[in-house]
T-cell receptor, first 113, second 113 residues
Framework: ETGVTQTPRHLVMGMTNKKSLKCEQH?????MYWYKQSAKKPLELMFV???????ENNSVPSRFSPECPNSSHLFLHLHTLQPEDSALYLC????????????FGSGTRLTVV | KQEVTQIPAALSVPEGENLVLNCSFT??????LQWFRQDPGKGLTSLLL?????REQTSGRLNASLDKSSGRSTLYIAASQPGDSATYLC????????????FGAGTILRVKS
């Protein structure tokens, strides 16, 4: 593992379900991120948290709801998703800005049926 | 708005060949550029990071160059091996982007034995 752990690794959910993705880092980083990776598209930044505070919401639909209870944990709560939301969701952390020390988790492969 | 483009989208080469992956970006006022590797179903691993003041960085068989004025970077892989098969992504950072990286869509590399 890279230091950033994501669970579950795979998730299949119906459009009416509610589920949560979890991300955990023990690198002492103070920034955490959610990215969405769809086939043949660049990684899309969804949310940024600095010191537990959300600093960016990249026009993400409200059916995605992030939560950052502390600097080590990040959640993505999902509800009433659409099939086009199926993708690989990646969590990352970094010590701060500048791009140094960016560490990614292995991702959660989400399929919405 | 910064846009990052990677060419080619996919590349298949025989083992032992030297190869070059290309990355271009529209806003040349970057702070640094980073190359990542992503194996199927996995997260991203940082390979090389080039500061805007640097021209190149080397790690083993990998060499990354940066021409900031023209908005281009190349990743050179010498004596390619089947284990190099993966998706390679470049990403740029600038403080004005906030605490995040802007990614290209990646180049899928397959090295045939």
């Amino acid at each position: 593992e890279t230091g950033v752990t994501q669970t579950p690794r795979h998730l299949v959910m119906g459009m009416t379900n509610k589920k949560s993705l979890k991300c955990e880092q023990h690198l002492g980083h103070n920034a955490m991120y959610w990215y969405k990776q769809s086939a043949k598209k660049p990684l899309e930044l969804m949310f940024v948290y600095n010191f537990k505070e959300q600093t960016e919401n990249n026009s993400v639909p409200s059916r995605f709801s992030p939560e950052c209870p502390n600097s080590s944990h990040l959640f993505l709560h999902l509800h009433t998703l659409q099939p086009e939301d199926s993708a690989l969701y990646l969590c990352a952390s970094s010590q701060g800005p500048s791009g140094y020390g960016y560490t990614f988790g292995s991702g959660t492969r989400l399929t919405v049926v | 708005k910064q846009e990052v483009t990677q060419i080619p989208a996919a590349l298949s080469v025989p083992e032992g060949e030297n190869l070059v992956l290309n990355c271009s970006f529209t806003d040349s006022a970057i702070y640094n550029l980073q190359w990542f590797r992503q194996d199927p179903g996995k997260g991203l691993t940082s390979l090389l990071l080039i500061q805007s003041s640097q021209r190149e960085q080397t790690s083993g068989r990998l060499n990354a160059s940066l021409d900031k004025s023209s908005g281009r970077s190349t990743l050179y892989i010498a004596a390619s091996q089947p284990g190099d098969s993966a998706t390679y992504l470049c990403a740029v950072y600038r403080q004005e982007y906030g605490n995040k990286l802007v990614f290209g869509a990646g180049t899928i590399l397959r090295v045939k034995s």
